[in-house]
């Protein structure tokens, strides 16, 4: 009998990744196809919906042919997804009103504020862990209500709001079911955690219908068969899941106080708190960790918005780079920045500072700064955001982690590894499978078919592959910090409101 696989759809912001693994989690064959980012104003990013539907077949279609693998040995396929990027689209023809509003777009700024003026926030905050903030789906859905008065309609159930994940299941699983799982649903700041369903208060303060939210469904769960007409038969669609948190799973943290960072196009670390929600008194969010069997698994998160996008912007705006495997090279050209720091603060910051209004900020600059100094300083911002997470997280739960657990593709970055390791003080360990996030998904699916019994068998897939140990002295971490803190305070609250 042919060996099972499972296959993972990664949809993320700037490319559409298909990857087909074995049961054992390792990699058979990936590909992946980037498609445009669209910025109609300063602040604004948008998406054609018709670029993440094509990149994402043709992805799939393309991994499997180099997989070599038979269609007919597929046990499953799992979706995972970037985040409360919100799309709008009509239950009849599938067609989409608008483009997709990405994660990153900032232009529903002035919707978080009324609803902090009107004193909303503290509610919001216990409902859905989440702090108010334009990142989330529920202003961008309530945007698109009101910019393209289309509340009758909302109203009517003609149109179907959805995440990624939500917007692919409806297009290439059979019967178009209007689905999300509730990962994907606690982003949206209208679900309530403790409820596990849509809040009708948190919608009616939005003015968002009903009818046009998906179901909600376990991460580990079939929701239907792969439509015949993309790989020539059936497969069960088993699992959905942002990927975060299918990057927590496929780290195989699944103990309490297990912490892992993804270095993709933003930054986002998550820590297992098990079935207890943790208020966080330092700027994180409360979240779903997954969701299986009807159980909920929560996590606290704090989110870097310009990660692995610092050193895209390093490569394609500032044309100091080439290539972005390059930057390390350059890096370590110079032996530190010269007292140089960027704070990549292009779409405001995320946690711990919440600031929309917050720019981009280069201090530190003398005749002597050349192009390794502005290399350096933006990939050791990208550390120090995350050493900003990995304090709040310390402080809310008393105890730093034991480690941290790395993936994505910024993680292949030998000098950025190190340097995280020193300015967190705590062991940074990488993974043999850097593609945590599809394998998380693929696990999920796995589990949802029977390959695996329980969630505790997945973990045995999860392999180490390097460790960096922190060699900074202290005397020297604390200088690097104070100045890092001192140019995030320059960069604070920049646009006029």
Known sequence: MAQKVLVALDQGTTSSRAVVFDTAGHMLAAKGVEFPQHYPKPGWVEHDPNDILTTQITALREAVKLSGVDVADIAAIGITNQRETT?????????????????QCRRTAHNVEWLLKEGYGDMIRRKTGLIPDAYFSGTKLAWLLDHLDLHERAEAGELCFGTVDSFLAWHLVTGRPHVTDATNAGRTMMFNLETQDWDDELLKILDVPRACLPKVVDSSQVIGMLDTSILGRPIPVASMAGDQ??????????KTGMVKNTYGTGCFMLMNTGEKRIHSEHGLLSTMAWRINGKPTYALEGSVFMGGATIQWLRDEMKLISTAAESEGVATSVKDTGGVYLVPAFTGLGAPWWDMYSRGTLVGMTRGTGRAHVVRAALEAIAYQSADLMQAMAQDCGATPAQLQVDGGASANAFLMQFQADIMNVPVVRPQVMETTALGAALLAGLAVGLYQNV???AAVWQRDLTFEPTMPEHEREHLLRGWHRAVERSLNWLEK
């Open 87 to 103: 799309l709008l689209w009509d239950r009849e023809t599938g067609t989409c009103v608008h483009n997709a509003i990405v994660w």
């Open 245 to 254: 948190h299918a990057s927590l799973f496929g780290q195989a943290c699944l």
């Open 456 to 458: 505790e068998d997945t």
